[in-house]
Every structure is written in structure tokens, then in C-alpha cells.
């Protein structure tokens, strides 16, 4: 019998009216995963979380975690997962150790070793008042709430916002050890960049609606590049655009630049026709593909 996924979510739709909300989202995450939720900002991805945490009830459409239903088994689901918010909430008045430790006896069962392990490889000050931390360092409070207890699940809406580079990078390093240690990650991020580092697979959300779900190498089938050439004897930019997998044409003097899509032959066979004289390709990053995606106008790729 296959195991149950850490995360389904079947038809889950919550509309708040003029297109805003998550609408049919159909999402599976096995265990021992690390998933990717992105979008743009306002594609839904913390409205879908908030979902899952039973922050927010749906319209219609279910929601399971570790086999639980979000509603009905809402507290004991909160036992078994690590949860970052993307809004933080305020604590005025007392100490970031405070917030923490208040959260600790809340949920029960921590390791204060633990705490004061995390806090060091954050490089996080508890003894710091909470209201007065900077958004980073407020964002690593979370953290090490969310990763205190060692959940069976994480899921961490915009977990890296505010962090330095090397903070972020020991952030990758908790999810790796976590993930070692057998737990499922759910995170969201509007930055393609970051998630390529750690996701195995992503799910691609707009408006609401799921376009795409599927590894960094299935998610990369487009196979997008950037060609910049110079040419002795350029065609017209109006040929160019007749190229099988060309976008983007542009023709200035002796140099055109161009975004190719699938195979280049034919291409360098236009090229080459012109004679070439300089000649670079690269491949695009899932961040440069989908940004074209998302923009007004995009092609829209069909779910998968």
C-alpha cells in the first residue's frame, strides 16, 4: 500500500470576489519532500497555507496533512508541524527568548537545548526585545519556533524574507538536516532563484490557480535560451521571428539578441547564414522563464 501523501489538498477554493483567492487547487506532496509554492505576490500562495493551517475556512474542497483533515484534526495537526507565518505577529513589551519560550511551553515538550542551539546558528540575540528587532531578526524568532520541536512537517510562507545571504544559506542548511531526519517541507517564495536550491519539486501558482507542478528538470523542458550574436549580414527582425522557437527578437545593426525555446538548429542554421562573428548563449534561469509567464500578455501554461 502507497503511503499517504504528507500534504493533499483536493478542489480547495476559497473566493474573496474579484478573482482573489485559490480556486480548484488539486496538490499532492509526498513525504520526506521538499515542495516549492511560487508565485507573485497575491497569487495565493499564504491564502493556500493559511488553508492548510485551518487559519481560514474554504469555501469548498478538502485539505489533508499527515492524513488529518485540516478542520476537523486542526489541533492535532498543529502538534505535528512547524509552521512560519508569512505576517508576523507582535509581542510588545518583552524579550525575543520570551517569545520563544512562550511558545515552547504552549506546544510542550522542547528541547531548550534545542532553542538555544538554533538561536546560535542564527545568530540571533534573545535577550533583544522582540518590538524592537529588525524584520529579520524577527523572522529568525519564527524560525526557530517553527523548527524547535523537530515537526513531521514545515511549511514556511516566504521563510528567507529579510535574512542576509548567510543567514539564508544556514536557513537551507536546517532544511536539509530536517529533511535528513525525515520531515516534509512546504514552502512559499515569489523568488524562483531561491527555491531552485531547495525544492525538489514546484508548484507554479497565479490568480489563484495552479499552472504548473513538476520537478526543476521538468519545469526546465521549455529549455530557454539567450542568444546575443553578431552577424556580418543580419536578416531582418521580421525573419527572425519566423525561426521555429524563437521570442523575442530584437535586430540592432550588426547584432541580434533573442530568446530561443527547444532545439537551436534552427536557428544557428539562420545564424550562420549571416555569418557569424560573435556568438553567446545562456541558459535562462526558472526565474527568467516564468517572469515572462506571469507577465501581462504571457503564454499562460497549461496545468500539469
Known sequence: MAETPAVVCAGLTKDYGQGHGVFDLDLGIARGEVFGFVGPNGAGKTTTIRLLMDLIRPDRGTSTILGLDSRRDSLAIKRRVGYLPGELPQFPGVSAGYVIGLLAGLRGG?????????????????????????????????????FMHSPEVLILDEPTLGLDPLMQREFRALVEEAVDGGATVM???????????????????????????GSLAELRTVRAHRIEAVLRRPGSAADL??????????????????????????????????????LDSRELSLEEVFLAEYAPGGRGPAAR
Open 241 to 278: 521571428a519566423l525561426v521555429p522557437g524563437v521570442s523575442d527578437g530584437e535586430v540592432a545593426g550588426e547584432r541580434i539578441t533573442c530568446t530561443v525555446r527547444g532545439s537551436v538548429g534552427p536557428l544557428v542554421a539562420w545564424l550562420s547564414a549571416g555569418d557569424v562573428v560573435e
Open 187 to 213: 514552502l512559499s517564495s515569489h523568488v524562483l532563484a531561491e527555491v531552485e536550491l531547495v525544492c525538489d519539486r514546484i508548484g507554479l501558482i497565479r490568480d489563484g490557480r495552479l499552472l504548473r507542478v
Open 110 to 146: 522542547v528541547d531548550h537545548a534545542r532553542i538555544a542551539a538554533l538561536a546560535t546558528r542564527l545568530d540571533l540575540d534573545l535577550g533583544r526585545r522582540y518590538e524592537r528587532l529588525s524584520h529579520g531578526n524577527k523572522q529568525k524568532v519564527h524560525l526557530v519556533q517553527a
